[in-house]
């Protein structure tokens, strides 16, 4: 916080008024600025210029200005200080400096000039602080800086700020030093390594990029507590601190070297830099446009001292040089115009994602303006181009790229680079997953967290990606259109996939901690998956997936906990609702019918000890399944298999497999069955003639059904893990434990290997350019060989007890070499594949290996740090020199910590120490280069080390080093300069890179990602990211021919390197890759901290309400997505209602069948009519299920203004609230102004008790009619939706909608009488729509929304639910029969539905009825119902039609045009009917005749129905509530209204009242008689304070009034009562209350009003607009006679005046009065109005509030004088901390601080007792004692508490959050 006088007054021509600006008719006074008096010519003229209004002269100034001499700061006659600042000499410098120091920044400062009326006037581009900040401290910098169109921009840097801020006036820039925490955490206090800093900022830039403005001069400087200053310079050239003019001079240097008076000492033959920190802000080689930029560039936000991750999109200060001479300066990334390239959003074949490097500024990215950076892109092809200029994507034919300037774009490479061609790999998580498509052409496999589809006869892949962990279950459907696939990562995520397009139709967050098993039903209707829960229990659930094609979304159709063990699961393929299993000790019989799956176990006798494997259903001849001939095949570990009738559930068959005969033994002579020992079967198989059987010994065996004897067999190279026959039973598939994949074709007897794999991560890889070769070496202990064309494997080393750790191919021989875990270093024969020769030189295990490309040498290193050179040029190569201690040993093993130049000159290594890199002679091993890379960055304790090594191709002369801290580092071979800098996307240090041939392409391993930069950009070069690999990639190379990259780590990943822009997408030989689209699965994966999962397009923040989200929409275009370094999920509120967060049990969702047309019933016989069957749904298996069910994929709301829609809130609810103890409440809730308007059927009111309940927010309200009284009932955590009363009137029901603090609705049950909650009811996910009781109050029935649609039966004796239904379209109304208690209706879209409650036992079911909306009434929908006299129903609709239905027969037989709009209200008593519509029209209808026209049937015509009366209300009817002769009632509205209406006088009465919009001011009148309130809605109310009835209202239309004052006690006669309001179009209006008039409009500022006051005499209204203006005026005259303009660029938050009573202040004036605005200013002024004085007293200026990225508007900026001590000043939102600050303006500091516990978003001080409270955002308020100390937190509210009143006696308290308005009754402790 900076204090003290350090406003910006302009002197104007008007004598006695300094600090303000008159404003005349016609006359502008000339503005002029005090100016310092200088020595010399230059000086003075200049400063004439200066004081004439002209630009100053720059030519004195040249070619720089020394600040502190030239202001002579010694003598502070033209400067001022302030506080604890005193001159003392520095050890370092050996010279005297400034030392600023003091806890308060803002009272401890040093001010150049002396007041802030006169000017520096110093032009100089460059200013140059040197300074040094104290340790564990913060400071201060401020810089007011003039524009050349004269307005003045204030620029902070502070250590005290936690994130960039900026205004119109005012930019404020985080100065970070280096910290090993997170982002925001940063910033901070000075470490204790703090060093003198030269800070160079660039004041022409800083004012161009960020405001688009031209730079004029430096106005002012203040040096704010704690540092030491030694100077201040200013000049037009660009100084390099490091280099000295003799330095220069001797080496020539074509650099400007810094003058000698400004020079840091530096010891003799030490590097500057190794002492001192040169801050450059922004760098000088950014490409600056002359004309301003677009909002859309990115800009760096913080000034950055020592290493700082590269996820960070700001500028990185380093301090350290690379070599001794010296370093490059901080830089930040370029800035220069975007070329817009815009993105149509699309779902095409191909999509994959991309990570957006934070290197690129946010220009550059096609980016819409005004759109907040984010790391994450979502494109709509396979990869994306991302650079400091362009994002291009793929882009439907027809859609043209506008470049905004294409001469200054330089397109990067094609989009993508990149396209995954093939995958080495089989498994990952478990080898037992393979399937055969429909066809038989294709196996469908996991590798890892890939999903590859392998065509058999073409060796063809396809992929599916987006899996962020191991694939660990796989299941396609018997038509091959959907995919299942589940990953390990718990809790298990399930994807389905549409198979034939590759594109992920749904993810969804499985109840099981992991899932092992899927099966699909051969229709794909029905998904069964099999895991455990977190406990370790084995759980089944079944999954309806029938929908998820459609549009729909995916179901829980049942989930059972079981205690058996379940090792294979499989539904029937004859019929879909059996399924069988079996595990250790027992085989089940699984079934689903009504929404729950039991099973039944089968009788095992002798063999219930089995320990069962797998199991498989008989196929009959025909190729076709039926239950009466199949049978049931089951496989034990102890060679038993089982043959079961499933019908009968009996075991038909007991056989026993013997282990294979010796080879001697023909085939034809092996038994099948005997005692003794049998194969341990794994997995079988069963065909029409045939089962095939997997066995750990490695066979895989083919049976008869009979089993008589083996018919084929063939082996593996490890124990089968499953078998699969095709569809046409000729072939079988098989896998193995050890990542083998093949079949075998029965007819021919052939074995075909699909897929090798390693076992282990793959450590390192080779290529052969003469053969097309491959080599890896793994953890498996193995050396592969494989073909690249191919992908096969050629040969296999293998070694049990050592690890192979690096390979290498000889370039010209055949044969290559590998270095073992034993040290040991062997050359193997590609010819005979036997060893050549092996060397055991080393000690340790091999970390590397290289050979230079002509063949010549070999160099190995260890971990023990020994480096071995061989000749190679010979077949048995010969150790040539062994070298200790010269590689690293203390780093991570890396087979990249080697590499050889080009020319095979140059050996370059990581050592001798991590920090270290050594370029050799290859051939003799000297040293040529030794390069430090711990001093790239600052870095306390922890230096920055290298991890990769990377020679450039040809003779570029580049050697490249990965660093930890995530940058690759280009840098000279041969002098070791810097040549630039490549930062990682990821926030993961390359562990290996690679560069192509032609030096265009950068490879990096980036975590598990894939990064490609364009390599010969050299400012600020493109990259792209590519996802595919589960675990960290390890190494990256190209391919000899360059066409092609491989990466290796979890598998063998090959991509092909596209050549050309152009080139086609669907070109055949490229397998397309499929991803999850632009389903809410990508975004899942993405806000879990997916890596390398991408969005389709950047995210655009949104202001209106976030729409609802469809699983099958186009990509989000809005919303803050999160990601993380780990692909675990990321549990981020902000996305917790678009991801799923677990699937629930889901009541059964009804299935209509068709009538037959033959029942005996009156329903049977309806025309089109359906029957529905629901199934109970059993209290045990709903209410203790906690799981949250998916939210994705909401239905569109319907075109019904009937449905609930709760109102959309920025703010979020604290969890828990610490309440006062009972009875030391020091506040207590005694009425509640308005209605909620937004509810349905939110008000009840019985006539003949009397009961009145309404809701308002999440509060019930209790009103006695009679009396006024409220009562409240508080508990719901959100906004009430709707209220229902029992019959009895002893029993109220009120549901809330879901959010942040509430997974589900909340439904509570109200003792009427008492008061009380009786019990909390829980079943509904998003909202509810309507409840009703039963007549006999036995049942409360609740309905959903739109997009819950679920609707849940209730006993009222136990509150068990006792059934629930699930609708599959919206449902509007439910009701029950008030004469059956066992039948209800609900009407919806398309049907009106008829249930019957039936009873078994404690069970309840439904038998449901529906009949379609009559033909009648066109498209249009059912949307409310009532009974009428027995057996008709009345229905609204929405078109205004109402119909008349038969409920006995289930026929509608009579409609009639009631409405001109939708009818959302129907009530019916006797011969009277009430309808109430979105037209606010309530109409009274005679309807005693219909009774009558029943019987005519579909004869009746609507002729004798006629109006009885007609109102018009203020809004939609939502509710009403009448007596039984309907002569009188209660009608609620949209407006917030209820009305009083009586047909009998034909009137309508104001019950309760309150604003439709939010609430923005609360006065008071000084006797405390009345208050008013102003709203958005343009309206002023005027209240009368003791019954809070409304008495007057003004209503400006168009218009929103956001502030309103209230006369003054001075003013105290009636006639003087008046009310000032202030509007959005800038006008400003005097209401007489005692008149009910307007008495006067002003028109003072342009600009919306924020805020007025009056003075404390009465006579005067200071009021203050959205532009920083302050306008004084008279309330008599209108006219306005000053106009202040020193917060101009801010809105003003808040203006306040008092009676001035301490003349100490130092100021003369009658009162004081303040103004705060939004850029954390306030100013403090001393007035007599009557003299026509102002005098500015005080000018505090605060740093920007630290808080997070939210939804929300960020806490005002308020300040108040405290009531019981006038001279100091209340402020909150001002500082970077939550708290409240007091400002004393006789001791001008802070004087106390009291922490709060989030930011204040309101703010009052009661006049009474020393009483404050504060209003937040979490919908909480707190009062605090400040005579005791004592706080004392109150809840009620809705949303924000955006404004906080005490009256003036300090009784009462107003409170307003949006429209609510609460009045609390303050009473003593």
């Known amino acids: 916080m900076a204090g003290g006088s350090g406003a910006r007054c302009r002197q104007v021509s008007r004598p006695g008024s300094p600090g303000s600006e008159v404003r005349r008719a016609s006359l502008t006074a000339p503005r002029a600025e005090a100016c310092p008096a200088s020595e010399g010519e230059g000086s003075r003229r200049a400063a004439q210029d200066r004081c004439s209004g002209a630009v100053p002269s720059a030519a004195w100034q040249h070619p720089f200005l020394n600040v502190f001499r030239h202001f002579r700061v010694d003598e502070w006659k033209r400067s001022s200080k302030e506080g604890d600042v005193a001159v003392v000499t520095d050890k370092v410098l050996k010279s005297s400096v400034y030392r600023i120091r003091g806890s308060v920044s803002a009272s401890n400062y040093i001010q150049l000039p002396r007041t802030s009326t006169q000017s520096l006037g110093l032009t100089g581009r460059y200013l140059y602080v040197l300074f040094r900040p104290l340790p564990t401290k913060h400071f201060v910098i401020h810089l007011d800086v003039s524009t050349e169109d004269g307005q003045v921009i204030r620029v902070s840097f502070s250590n005290l700020f936690k994130k960039f801020k900026s205004s119109a006036t005012w930019l404020q820039f985080p100065f970070v030093f280096e910290t090993k925490t997170p982002r925001r955490d940063l910033a901070g206090v000075v470490p204790p390594s703090a060093r003198w800093t030269c800070l160079q900022l660039d004041l022409r830039d800083i004012l161009m990029f960020y405001l688009s403005r031209r730079y004029g001069h430096l106005k002012s400087v203040r040096l704010c507590a704690s540092l030491l200053v030694r100077n201040l310079y200013t000049s037009d050239l660009c100084f390099d601190p490091a280099v000295t003019v003799a330095e220069a001079r001797h080496a020539k240097l074509s650099v400007n070297p810094v003058p000698r008076e400004m020079a840091f000492p530096v010891p003799k033959g030490e590097s500057w830099h190794d002492h001192y920190i040169h801050v450059r802000f922004p760098r000088d080689d950014s490409k600056v446009p002359a004309e301003p930029l677009e909002k859309s560039c990115s800009l760096p936000e913080a000034v950055f001292l020592g290493h700082v991750s590269r996820r960070l999109p700001h500028p990185v200060v380093s301090g350290k040089t690379l070599l001794s001479s010296r370093s490059p300066e901080g830089q930040i990334p370029s800035l220069t115009l975007p070329c817009q390239v815009p993105s149509a959003p699309r779902v095409p074949p191909e999509v994959s994602l991309t990570y957006k490097s934070p290197e690129v500024p946010s220009g550059g990215a096609a980016r819409i303006r005004g759109q907040r950076p984010s790391a994450w892109n979502e494109v709509t092809d396979a990869h994306t181009v991302v650079s ?38 089989f498994g990952g998580h478990s080898t037992q997953w393979a399937l055969w498509t429909k066809d038989g052409m294709a196996v469908v496999y996991p590798c890892h967290a890939v999903i590859i589809v392998l065509q058999i006869d073409t060796g063809q892949q396809r992929f599916f990606l987006g899996h962020t962990d191991k694939v660990s279950a796989l299941a396609l459907d018997g038509n091959d259109v959907l995919l299942a696939s589940a990953q390990v990562q718990p809790p298990s995520m399930v994807r389905l996939w549409d198979f034939q397009t590759g594109g992920c139709l749904s993810i969804f967050r499985s109840p099981l901690h992991t899932i092992c098993s899927l099966s699909f039903s051969r229709s794909g209707a029905l998904l069964c998956g099999v895991g455990k829960d977190q406990h370790g229990r084995t759980v089944v659930v079944a999954w309806s997936t029938d929908k998820v094609g459609l549009g729909g979304e995916v179901v829980v159709l049942a989930k059972v ?63 076709h399944w039926r239950p009466s001939a199949g049978m049931l095949f089951v496989c034990s570990h102890s060679g038993h298999i089982l043959e079961i009738d499933h019908q009968r559930m009996t075991v038909q068959h007991v056989r026993r497999l013997l282990p294979t005969q010796p080879s001697g033994v023909p085939l034809t002579e092996k038994q099948s069955f005997s005692m003794g020992s049998g194969i341990a079967i794994s997995s079988l198989g069963v065909s029409t003639t045939t089962c095939a059987v997997g066995s750990e010994d490695g066979y895989l065996r083919l049976w008869p059904l009979d089993f008589s004897s083996v018919l084929l067999e063939a082996e593996h190279d490890g124990p089968v893990s499953s078998v699969f026959f095709s569809p046409d039973g000729l072939r079988v598939l098989s896998t193995t434990t050890s990542g083998h994949l093949g079949f075998l074709d029965v007819p021919s007897r052939e074995y075909t290997v699909l897929a090798r ?75 005979n594949s036997g060893v050549l020769v092996e060397h055991t030189r080393h000690r340790g295990a091999i970390t590397s290996l290289v050979i230079t490309p002509d063949g010549r040498f070999l160099f190995s290193s260890c971990s023990q740090g020994s480096l071995v050179q061989y000749n190679c040029a010979v077949a048995r190569c010969c150790v040539l020199r062994v070298a200790a201690n010269m590689v690293c040993q203390d780093g991570h093993p890396n087979p990249n910590t080697l590499a050889v130049s080009g020319d095979s000159c140059r050996l370059a290594f990581v050592g001798r120490s991590k920090c270290k890199v050594t370029v050799v002679e290859s051939d003799s091993l000297n040293e040529l280069l030794h390069v430090d890379v711990s001093t790239l960055h600052l870095a306390s304790g922890h230096p920055d080390w290298a991890v990769a090594v990377c020679f450039s191709p040809g003779n570029s002369g580049h050697l490249l080093v990965s660093t930890s801290s995530n940058k690759v580092v280009v840098l000279d071979a041969v002098s070791g300069h810097t040549i630039r800098e490549l930062s990682s996307v990821r926030s ?77 997408q669907s070109d055949p030989g490229t397998p397309p890759v499929h991803e999850a689209g632009s389903s809410v699965g990508q975004l899942e994966d993405l806000a879990s901290g997916a890596s390398g999962l991408p969005r389709q397009q950047v995210p655009l923040p949104s202001q209106a309400s976030p729409p609802p989200l469809s699983i099958h929409g186009r990509p989000l275009e809005g919303g803050t997505f999160s990601t993380s370094d780990e692909e675990g999920l990321c549990e981020e509120n902000h996305v917790s209602e678009v991801f799923l967060q677990g699937q629930a049990p889901t009541p059964p969702v009804l299935v209509e069948k068709e009538a037959s047309g033959a029942g005996d019933g009156p329903r049977e016989a309806a025309k089109g009519s359906q029957t529905l069957a629901v199934l109970p749904c059993h209290h045990s298996q709903t209410s203790e299920w906690s799981l949250q069910r998916a939210k994705t994929g909401l239905p569109t709301r319907p075109d019904s203004y009937k449905h609930f829609t709760a109102r959309y809130k920025a703010s979020t609810r604290v969890k828990s609230v610490s309440f006062p103890p009972v009875g030391r409440e020091q506040l207590r809730l005694k009425a509640v102004v308005g209605y ?45 939706s709707t209220l229902a009363l029992s019959e009895d009137g002893q029993v109220l029901a009120s549901a809330s909608c879901c959010g942040n603090t509430a997974a589900r609705c909340q439904i509570r049950i109200w003792d009427v009488p008492k008061g009380l909650c009786q019990h909390l009811l829980s079943h509904h996910d998003t909202a509810v729509q309507a409840l009703a009781f039963s007549p006999d109050d036995e049942f409360l029935v609740t309905l959903g929304d739109y997009a819950d649609r679920t609707l849940a039966l209730w006993s009222m004796t136990t509150y068990e639910l006792l059934s629930s239904a699930r609708f599959p379209e919206p449902v509007h109304g439910v009701a029950f029969n008030p004469w059956d208690a066992n039948e209800l209706i609900c009407v919806g879209t398309s049907a009106i539905t008829f249930w019957l409650l039936q009873h078994h036992g404690t069970g309840t079911s439904f038998q449901v009825h529906r009949e379609p909306v009559p033909e009648e009434l066109g498209a249009s929908e059912l949307t409310s119902l009532c009974y009428g006299a027995s057996p008709l129903l009345y229905c609204g609709s ?11 027969t289930g026929h509608c037989f009579l409609a009639w045009e009631a409405d001109d709009g939708e009818i959302g209200v129907l009530l019916c008593s006797g011969s009277r009917l009430l309808s109430g519509s979105n037209t606010r029209r309530l109409r009274l209808w005679a309807v005693g005749v219909v009774p009558e026209l029943r019987r005519k049937g579909s004869s009746a015509r609507s ?76 309206s002023v109310r005027v209240w009368s304070l003791a019954s809070m009835e409304l008495v007057i209202q003004f209503q400006v239309l168009n218009q929103s009034c956001l502030c309103l004052a209230w006369t003054p006690p001075s003013c105290g006669r009636p006639e003087q009562q008046q009310v000032v309001a202030g509007y959005s179009d800038g006008t400003l209006r005097v209401f007489n209350i005692s008149r009910t008039a307007m008495e006067l409009k002003m028109h003072p500022h342009r600009t919306a009003l924020t805020a007025i006051a009056f003075s404390t005499d009465g006579q005067t209204v200071l009021s203050g607009d959205k532009d920083g203006l302050v306008a004084i005026s008279h309330p008599c005259t209108g006219m306005t006679f000053r106009m202040l303009s020193d917060h101009r660029g801010a809105p003003i938050s808040a203006i306040q005046s008092t009676n001035k009573e301490y003349g100490d202040l130092g100021v003369e004036g009658a009162e004081l009065w303040l103004a705060a605005s939004g850029d954390q200013r306030v100013s403090i002024w001393a007035s007599d109005w009557l003299r026509d004085r102002c005098e500015l007293l005080e000018w505090l200026s605060f740093p920007a509030p630290a808080i997070s990225e939210a939804p929300g508007l960020p806490p005002p900026s308020l300040a108040a004088f405290c009531p019981w001590d006038k001279a100091t000043l209340v402020c909150v939102g001002l500082g970077a901390h939550e708290e409240v600050v007091f ?87």
């Open 1503 to 1578: 002729n004798s129905v006629f109006m009885e009366r007609e109102l018009t209300l203020d809004g939609a009817v939502v509710s009403a509530s009448f007596d039984s002769g309907m002569d009188m009632g209660v009608v609620g509205t949209t407006a917030g209204t209820l009305w009083y209406i009586n047909w009998t006088e034909g009137t309508s009465t104001r019950l309760i009242s309150g604003h439709r919009s939010k609430v923005n001011e609360v006065v008071f009148s000084p006797s405390e008689s009345h208050c008013a309130t102003c709203g958005e809605d343009g």
């Open 388 to 425: 400091d200029r362009h994002v291009l994507a793929d882009k439907p034919p027809g859609v043209p790229m506008a470049l905004e300037d294409i001469r200054s774009c330089k397109l990067f490479l094609p989009d993508p680079v990149l396209r995954l061609r093939g995958v080495i790999g």
């Open 1783 to 1869: 400002y004393s303006l006789r001791q001008k500091q802070v004087v106390q601080k009291t922490p709060l516990p989030f930011f204040a978003m309101s703010l009052s001080l009661s006049p009474g007792p020393q009483l404050m409270v504060v209003g937040f955002a979490e919908c909480m308020l707190r009062l605090l004692d400040c005579a005791s100390g004592t706080t004392q937190d109150f809840e009620g509210h809705d949303d924000a508490v955006h404004l906080c009143r005490f009256t003036p006696s300090g009784k009462l308290l107003f409170t307003a959050a949006h429209n609510e308005i609460l009045v609390w009754e303050v009473t003593s402790p």
């Open 1236 to 1280: 909620n308007g937004n509810g349905r059927a939110n008000m009840v009111w019985r006539p003949n008790t009397g009961f009145f309940a309404y809701t308002c927010g999440r509060l019930v309200v209790v009103e006695d009619l009679h009396s006024g009284t409220q009562r409240h009932w508080c508990g719901h955590p959100q906004e009430i």
């Open 1438 to 1448: 929405s078109s205004g039609q109402v119909c008349v239905w038969d409920t006995g």
């Open 757 to 831: 794999s390693h076992m282990a991560p793959v450590l390192a890889l080779s290529t052969e350019q003469n053969r097309g070769q491959m080599a890896t070496v793994s953890l498996d202990h193995t050396v592969r060989i494989w073909d690249l064309a191919t992908l096969q494997q050629l040969y296999d080393f293998s070694s049990s007890d050592e690890t192979p750790s690096a390979v290498a191919f000889h370039p010209t021989l055949p044969s290559f070499f590998c270095g073992f875990s034993s040290g040991a270093v062997r050359s193997f024969s590609l010819e």
């Open 561 to 623: 906990h079981t205690d058996f063990d379940v090792q294979a699961f499989q539904i029937a393929l004859f019929d879909e609702t059996r399924m069988a299993s079996c595990g250790r000790g027992s085989v089940r019989l699984w079934r689903l019918r009504g929404g729950v799956l039991r099973s039944c176990a089968v009788d095992l006798g002798e063999y219930c000890t089995l320990e069962l494997t797998d199991l498989a259903f008989a196929q009959t001849l025909d190729g």
């Open 988 to 1064: 993961r240090a390359c562990a290996s890179l690679a560069i192509s041939e032609d030096a265009r392409l950068l490879l990096g391993a980036t975590g598990r990602t894939i990064t490609v930069w364009d390599y010969p950009t050299q400012a600020s070069p493109s990259c792209q990211v590519y996802i595919g690999h589960s675990e960290p990639v390890h190494v990256v190379a190209f391919t000899p021919d360059q066409q092609q990259v491989l990466s290796v780590g979890d598998a063998i990943f090959l991509w092909d390197v596209l050549a050309t822009p152009e080139r086609d």
